[in-house]
């Protein structure tokens, strides 16, 4: 029989449990129900191992108390089905026999504490469902948490302490609490698919599906079938499919190439997004869907939109929140730690990869990296393919451009330090635009006055506001030191 839930909260502060007494005594079952009763705890009884079983199958159980001769019964027995089936609930032994045996014996078996039959301290009776109650939340609580870490130790890294980087990694945090449509915008091989997936993994649909979709890849004749879904005999040999929004549902949906979309779905693809539902083929019933769009684009929107080629209502729709990925080329200071962490990636465990000279990291500091990230990875496999064995070094990176910046004053070794990144960074912004701080300061991402404190430290000068450029040497950008 079940005991109402009296109350949400213990008189002594105590929130209270879901308990099951055990006892094959009707008249101690009730003693102890009148003992429970006041702490506000709803309580279930027992007579035997069938209604134990049938009490197990309530998740919300929280403890037993257990008695250890029930009957022709043993309570051991009792105890270890409960500790097989329901191994994180906690079990408090009765017993009418205490002894130091008996209760090593209840112990090892999973009992977290026991109790003498008759009841003579109903204090003691509650201060142990007290306790068995906390342990049983803690460890529930700690279960929590290191499925919250396992999810954050397998959820998409951004790696990059580059000004642009930071920004993006800000702007995704500051959108976990959120569900609002993000377009995600940067050059093929920027890692768009890797933002949409961080922004899933640090939002609180974390737990339910992310479903990319690459809309450039499906012809026009399918994508509403894979994306709204299709009942069965809708057209030839049709099934029956859920769909890509049903399939992320209380999820993230990523849209991946959104430009490529033809506009007769643009429209649909307008409709599911503002109702929140969507209409599958040979069905007259809309669905609803619960959802996070992520979108993301190499193309220029809103290029598109004044072309006529992409729907301006759909654009405003999209363009809620908008993330900019920079290119490789504009975050040169990343290329090290993207390096050695595709160097860690793809190294053979049996011939491990010994890091980059000085000479590589300047060679793919100054390559202009046309293909982003997704071509840095990819001449980082192919270098350890090809050579598994020994350091990689500059024969290992036939780049077709050897740097961006040809010469400055005095070609230096780069060691490997991030002062001696920082030091490349800024001379090349400075080349770059002539020596003018105002524009290397935004192409760094930074104020003007970050610029001349960062160029004072590393001895280096930039043409101020006014002065006139610095007349290069032909065939030689400008760069003022």
């Known amino acids: 029989m079940a005991e109402p839930l009296l109350r949400s909260v213990g008189p002594d502060g105590v929130r209270p449990g879901l308990v099951l007494l055990v006892d094959d005594e009707p008249l101690f079952l009730r003693a102890l129900v009148r003992i429970l009763r006041p702490e506000g705890h709803r309580l279930l009884t027992a007579h035997d191992t069938g209604e134990v079983e049938a009490a197990l199958g309530d998740p919300a159980l929280d403890v037993v108390l257990l008695d250890l001769a029930l009957g022709v019964e043993s309570g051991l027995d009792v105890l270890q089905m409960i500790k097989r089936d329901r191994p994180d609930v906690e079990v408090v032994m009765l017993t009418g026999n205490a002894s130091v045996e008996s209760a090593v014996t209840c112990m090892r078996h999973g009992a977290i504490d026991y109790l003498e039959k008759p009841v003579q301290d109903s204090v003691r009776v509650r201060n142990t469902v007290h306790r068995a109650l906390e342990r049983r939340r803690l460890l529930h609580r700690n279960q929590e948490l290191e499925e919250a870490l396992a999810r954050r ?81 809708a057209f030839t040999g049709a099934v029956g499919a859920p769909g890509l929004f049903r399939m992320a549902n209380r999820g993230t949906l990523f849209l991946d190439e959104i430009g490529e979309v033809a506009p007769a779905v643009q429209a649909r693809l307008l409709r599911a997004i503002q109702e929140r539902e969507v209409r599958p083929i040979g069905s007259g019933q809309p669905v609803p869907v619960d959802l996070r769009i992520v979108a993301a684009t190499h193309r220029n929107l809103q290029e598109q939109v004044d072309s006529g080629a992409f729907r301006q209502d759909l654009f405003y729709r999209l363009d809620v929140v908008r993330i900019d990925l920079p290119p490789l080329r504009d975050r040169t200071e990343d290329i090290p730690l993207l390096a050695q962490h595709f160097i860690e990636k793809h190294q053979s465990p049996h011939h491990p990869a010994r890091g980059l000279s000085p000479e590589v990291v300047r060679r793919l500091v100054g390559h202009a990296w046309p ?66 701080a105002a524009s290397a300061a935004r192409s760094l991402g930074i104020g003007r006055s970050t610029l001349y404190r960062k160029l004072a430290k590393h001895g280096l000068a930039a043409r101020r506001a006014g002065a006139a450029p610095a007349a290069a040497p032909a065939g030689e950008p400008a760069l003022i030191r």
């Open 153 to 233: 130790d397998e959820a998409p890294h951004l790696i990059g302490r580059s000004a642009p980087m930071r920004a993006v990694v800000r702007k995704i945090q500051s959108l976990r609490h959120t569900s609002s449509t993000v377009l995600v915008q940067g050059e093929s091989g920027t890692g768009k698919e890797l933002v949409a997936a961080a922004l899933h993994a640090a939002s609180e649909r974390c737990d339910a599906p992310f479903v990319p979709v690459d809309c450039g890849a499906l012809p026009e004749s399918i994508i509403e079938s894979e994306l709204f879904g299709h009942e069965k005999g």
């Open 371 to 436: 293909g982003n990230v997704r071509e840095l990875e990819n001449a980082i496999e192919s270098a350890i393919a090809l050579n598994p064995s020994e350091p990689l070094g500059v024969a290992d990176f036939p780049l077709q451009r050897e740097t961006r910046v040809s010469r400055v004053d005095k070609p230096v070794d780069v060691p490997l330090s991030l002062d001696a990144y920082e030091r490349c960074a800024l001379e090349r912004a400075l080349a770059e635009h002539r020596g003018d």
